[in-house]
């Protein structure tokens, strides 16, 4: 079954086919026309601008799926969408589109969760974990983790009550004069941060909580962590306590060290993410983790939760660097999914900002 998929939630418009079969699932191609040029003038996502930017891509990148696949229009036996969550603006594009498709050539069309999308990305890997298991999304919207009992049916397990840790780390990197989004850019600071902490150059990480960087109180940061038992973050406590080191800083016109604050602040992000996945195995004993979402490309988190999920002797399944931000590959293996399980949309489809998940 061959399946094209449209992805254009926030800044990026893809077009992906995916070929299924049984459980293996084929990229035949992926393309991603990225926005993010324009709204780094403006610091973030201008939701009007990415509006009219898919509208602009969405028919050529289209093109360019099927025929980087070598699929005609008549080979397409499956359409699926993000319908939700994400811009509305955004979201209606590549919904439109590919209603008009799907109709046009008289095709089944699926509407799938962005977020489900994200973790779909693990089955596209050469070893697709299989449902039941615990799925961690992070991403610049979200922060949670689930428990997904079916290809389709998740339950929300603990998830951030404000904040989530993608837009976390583009808030404080904007402040540190790291470019939109700052993702890749906080994570490499952070890098330089903790060698220069450790005096190492690998293995880093675990030795960063003996440095003298670490004991600095100076530079102490909450964690995002909450300690009532439940698996849920709080994620603004912690971007506020930065903002506020950076003003103190700025004010009285003593330079900080961002290298050095960039790698306390990813050690509480990631210890927190570490935390809260190992008291979820706890609770679900030797389910597999899946953890999918942006700031899954995070060097310091996929080496931490590695472990993690080492001591608990699980396997942990993270997309590869290339299917962890926005592509519509990932649509296209949950669009499988949903298609199997009978859920089926017509041209009634709507888009939707709000979670569907659960
Ligand atoms: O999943 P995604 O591409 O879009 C949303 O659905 O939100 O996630 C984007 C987020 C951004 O906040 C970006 O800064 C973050 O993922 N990100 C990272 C890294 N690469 C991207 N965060 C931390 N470390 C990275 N290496
Ligand atoms: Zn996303």
Redesign the pocket.
């Given at each position: 079954m061959n399946i094209l998929a449209f992805e254009s939630?926030?800044?990026?418009t893809a077009a992906a086919v995916v070929r299924a079969d049984g459980d293996k699932l084929n990229v035949l191609s992926s393309i991603v026309a990225s926005q993010i040029d324009i709204h780094r003038l403006y610091g973030g996502v201008v939701p009007e601008i990415a509006g009219r930017a898919h509208i602009e891509a969405i028919s050529s990148i289209t093109y360019e799926a099927l025929e980087t696949a070598h699929i005609a229009k008549e080979d397409v036996d499956l359409v699926a969408v993000t319908a939700h969550p994400?811009l509305i603006g955004a979201l209606l594009v590549a919904v439109n589109f590919a209603k008009a498709f799907a109709f046009a050539n008289h095709i089944p069309l699926v509407a799938v969760d962005?977020?489900q999308g994200?973790i779909a990305a693990a089955y596209l890997s050469d070893t697709p974990p299989k449902p039941p298991f615990l799925a961690m999304?992070?991403?610049?919207?979200?922060t949670a983790i689930y428990l997904a009992k079916s290809y389709t049916d998740y339950e929300i397990i603990g998830t951030t009550r404000d904040d989530?840790?993608?837009?976390s780390?583009?808030k404080i990197?904007r402040l540190m004069d790291i470019p939109?989004?700052?993702?890749?850019g906080?994570?490499?600071l952070a890098t330089e941060g903790f060698q220069r902490a450790t005096g190492r150059e690998e293995d880093f990480y675990r030795a960063y909580k003996k440095t003298d960087a670490y004991r600095d109180r100076s530079m102490t940061l909450p964690s995002p962590a909450l300690s009532d038992g439940t698996l849920d973050f709080s994620f603004s406590g912690l971007k506020t306590a930065t903002i506020n080191l950076l003003h103190r800083h700025e004010q009285t016109g003593t330079p900080i060290d961002h290298a050095l604050l960039a790698a306390r602040y990813?050690y509480e992000a990631t210890e927190a993410v570490a935390k809260k996945i190992a008291m979820a195995m706890d609770a679900h004993p030797a389910l597999p983790l899946v953890v999918?979402?942006?700031?899954?490309?995070?060097?310091?988190?996929r080496r931490r939760l590695t472990e993690v999920a080492k001591a608990h002797g699980v396997p942990l399944h993270i997309p590869s660097l290339s299917l962890?931000?926005?592509n519509a590959a990932m649509i296209a293996a949950q669009g499988y999914y949903e298609y199997l399980a009978g859920h089926l949309s017509d041209t009634s489809l709507n888009a939707s900002a709000a979670d569907g998940i659960v």
């Amino acid at each position: 079954m061959n399946i094209l998929a449209f992805e254009s939630s926030c800044d990026e418009t893809a077009a992906a086919v995916v070929r299924a079969d049984g459980d293996k699932l084929n990229v035949l191609s992926s393309i991603v026309a990225s926005q993010i040029d324009i709204h780094r003038l403006y610091g973030g996502v201008v939701p009007e601008i990415a509006g009219r930017a898919h509208i602009e891509a969405i028919s050529s990148i289209t093109y360019e799926a099927l025929e980087t696949a070598h699929i005609a229009k008549e080979d397409v036996d499956l359409v699926a969408v993000t319908a939700h969550p994400g811009l509305i603006g955004a979201l209606l594009v590549a919904v439109n589109f590919a209603k008009a498709f799907a109709f046009a050539n008289h095709i089944p069309l699926v509407a799938v969760d962005h977020i489900q999308g994200h973790i779909a990305a693990a089955y596209l890997s050469d070893t697709p974990p299989k449902p039941p298991f615990l799925a961690m999304a992070l991403s610049g919207g979200h922060t949670a983790i689930y428990l997904a009992k079916s290809y389709t049916d998740y339950e929300i397990i603990g998830t951030t009550r404000d904040d989530a840790i993608g837009e976390s780390y583009d808030k404080i990197g904007r402040l540190m004069d790291i470019p939109y989004p700052a993702g890749a850019g906080f994570d490499r600071l952070a890098t330089e941060g903790f060698q220069r902490a450790t005096g190492r150059e690998e293995d880093f990480y675990r030795a960063y909580k003996k440095t003298d960087a670490y004991r600095d109180r100076s530079m102490t940061l909450p964690s995002p962590a909450l300690s009532d038992g439940t698996l849920d973050f709080s994620f603004s406590g912690l971007k506020t306590a930065t903002i506020n080191l950076l003003h103190r800083h700025e004010q009285t016109g003593t330079p900080i060290d961002h290298a050095l604050l960039a790698a306390r602040y990813t050690y509480e992000a990631t210890e927190a993410v570490a935390k809260k996945i190992a008291m979820a195995m706890d609770a679900h004993p030797a389910l597999p983790l899946v953890v999918a979402g942006g700031v899954a490309a995070n060097s310091h988190l996929r080496r931490r939760l590695t472990e993690v999920a080492k001591a608990h002797g699980v396997p942990l399944h993270i997309p590869s660097l290339s299917l962890c931000g926005d592509n519509a590959a990932m649509i296209a293996a949950q669009g499988y999914y949903e298609y199997l399980a009978g859920h089926l949309s017509d041209t009634s489809l709507n888009a939707s900002a709000a979670d569907g998940i659960v």
